[in-house]
C-alpha cells in the first residue's frame, strides 16, 4: 500500500524543483470543481511558490462553479502564497460562437472550444507572470483513453499527477484533506450547458475504466463478464480513436537518421 503522505510531498517537491531550475515564479493551475484540479492546485500550493488558481466559466453548471470556489477558499486559507482569479469566458465564448455562425461546427467541436479559450487564459496568466501553467490530467485520462481536449486542457506545461490512477488521485485528495464537496461530486469537464458527467459522455465508471486499462496492459486468465467485456471494448474503442491525442505528433523525417 503507498504512502500517500510520502507521495503527496514527493510530488510537491518535484513542482518546486521544476520551477526552480526554470527560474519560475509563478504556478498557474485552472480550477473546475472536480477532485484532479483540487489535488494538483493542492500540490502546487504545498510548494510555496506563488500559485494562482483561475475559475473560468463559460455558461458554468451553478453547481460545479460553487464547487470551484469553495476549493479556492480552502486554498486561501491554509497556503498564504496562493491567489485566485475569476475570468469569465462566457461572451468570449458567444462572440466565438457568433463569428461561426454559418459554419458547419458540432456541439462536440464548441466544447472542446470552451477548454481551448481557458487554455489561452491560462498561458497568458502564465506568461505575464514568470510562470506555467500546470496540468490537473490523471493517468486514465492522458494515457488510456485519451480523455481531454487536444491543446485545451491537454495544453499544459508540466502533469503532476499524469501518472496517478484516479482512485490514486482520490486517496491523495483524502490525504491532504480536499473539501468533502469536492471528492464526493460526479467527476464532469465542466464543457456542456447540461452538466453532464464523464461516465455520462464516457459509458463507464472511472474505476472501470482503470480496471479496463490495467486488464489490456496485462490480461487476465479468467473468464470476463458481460459488464467487463462492454467496459473493455469501451477502453479499446476510446483508446484507438484518441491515439492522436496520446501519440506524440507524427513528423515526416527528410533526416530519418537525426
Known sequence: MEDWGQVTRDISDWISDYAQRNGLEAL?????????????????????????????????DEAQYDLSNLHIEWLLSKWRNVERAKIDLSNTFDELCSDLDGHIVTELSLANT????????????????????VGTGNKVEDFGIGFFTK??????DISPIADLFKSDVYSIGEELGVISEVLDAAPTDGLWNDGRT??????????????????????????????ERKVLDIYQRLNKSNSHKMDPIPVFKLYPDD
Request: glycine residues 10%; aromatic residues 4%.
Open 198 to 227: 464523464d461516465e455520462d459522455q464516457i459509458g463507464a465508471t472511472y474505476e472501470e475504466i482503470e480496471w479496463a486499462m490495467k486488464e489490456s496492459a496485462k490480461p487476465s486468465s479468467r473468464d470476463l463478464s458481460e459488464r
Open 114 to 133: 470552451r477548454a481551448r479559450l481557458r487554455m489561452t487564459a491560462l498561458f497568458a496568466i502564465a506568461g505575464s507572470n514568470n510562470g506555467i501553467v
Open 28 to 60: 498557474v493551475v485552472g480550477v473546475s470543481g472536480g477532485v484532479d484540479s483540487a489535488v494538483t492546485s493542492t500540490l502546487t500550493a504545498m510548494t510555496e511558490i506563488r500559485t494562482i488558481v483561475v475559475n473560468m466559466p463559460i455558461h458554468q
Open 151 to 156: 491543446y485545451g486542457d491537454g495544453g499544459v
